[in-house]
């Protein structure tokens, strides 16, 4: 992996929230008395003070960790040139960020991205320099700030996946290590669209029917409703993925189903939280996305149409 100088691997990491304060979170604890990579967090008011003063604090698994980073900022000029960029903001602040980071990727930086879509790269591509890299991603993971500066890793693997669609590249190995040295469960692949389609399978419904029902993604389980728009929603979502010649395994339904019970205790999708605070949600990309591309190819979505109509009429945020 070429460095921006003869020293460290730059690594920044942008949108300090539950995702980008997990992967940050590991990296910077690991790396803060390590000489050759320097850990850069992107993150801007009460959350870019709270980590000046006292760095981040992440809880996972039981375990805390103090998380200092080498600059924490979201001044173009004084983040500079860096060798990996991450992007851990919602799915809507992305073609934001790659225009106001813009000076800081090179030729040879790599961009990953952790968004929960299935057309990442149709997004993020347009605003790359020539030569950069792009590596899809996507983290299995329930994590959340619990206020600035701390954030807890509440349930999940927390295991992320990146990489290419048929392109080798050696870097994404040493990416792997780079991540996995920190403690962070990491697969480098280069078949990543079924990897990104089957947790598009699980977090498209599951953030429909947590946000619709109120309810915790265990609580699924236990209404029956719930549970039958749940797998009609993923239904859907498999003939469409059919459509585009996307590899899928035919249980889909059953496991995320059982899938939903590793998540234990009063776990809630970011989608749901985001509605619930009249905060800005991710409905283009996880619902509307879905029935604009099965219309492209013909496949029916009563179950996402209904959804939507039902999400527009429960929560004032998504007509203001």
Not at 135 to 150: D, F, H, L, Q, T
Not at 175 to 196: E, Q, R, S, W
Not at 218 to 240: D, H, P, R, V
Request: net charge negative; charged share 20%; glycine share 8%.
């Amino acid at each position: 992996m070429k460095m921006t100088s003869n020293k460290n691997t730059r690594i920044a990491i942008a949108g300090i929230g539950g995702i980008g304060g997990y992967i940050g979170g590991k990296l910077a604890h690991y790396y803060s008395d390590k000489d050759d990579v320097e850990i850069v967090f992107i993150a801007r008011g009460e959350m870019a003070d709270a980590i000046n003063q006292n760095g981040l604090t992440l809880v996972s698994k039981g375990v805390t960790y103090a998380c200092v980073p080498a600059l924490t900022s979201d001044d173009p000029v004084k983040i500079g040139k860096v060798d990996l960029f991450i992007i851990c903001t919602k799915n809507f602040s992305v073609a934001a960020i790659l225009e106001k980071y813009a000076d800081c990727l090179t030729a040879n930086t790599i961009v990953i991205t952790t968004q929960n879509t299935v057309n990442g790269k149709e997004t993020v591509a347009p605003y790359l320099p020539d030569g950069a890299t792009l590596m899809e991603g996507s983290i299995y993971i329930a994590s959340n700030i619990v206020a600035p500066g701390k954030v807890h890793h509440v349930g999940g693997p927390a295991k992320l996946f990146f990489g290419s669609d048929g392109v080798v590249d050696d870097k994404g190995d040493e990416i792997a290590k780079l991540f996995t040295d920190a403690g962070i469960d990491a697969t480098y692949t280069t078949d990543i669209k079924p990897v990104l389609w089957k947790k598009f399978m699980f977090v498209s419904p599951a953030a429909i029917v947590t946000a619709i029902f109120q309810t915790t993604f265990s609580g699924i389980t236990e209404n029956s409703e719930a549970k039958e728009l749940f797998a009609g929603l993923m239904a859907e979502l498999m003939q469409l993925a059919k459509a585009k010649n996307i590899t899928i395994d035919e249980n889909t339904i059953a496991n995320n189903i059982n899938l939903l019970s590793n998540f234990k205790g009063e776990v809630k999708s970011s989608f749901q939280l985001d509605l619930e605070n009249n905060k800005p949600a991710e409905i283009d990309s996880l619902v509307k996305y879905v029935i604009d591309e099965a219309k492209l190819y013909k496949v029916p979505t009563p179950y996402f149409d209904s959804s939507l109509t039902r999400l527009i009429v429960q929560y004032d945020s998504l007509t203001a």
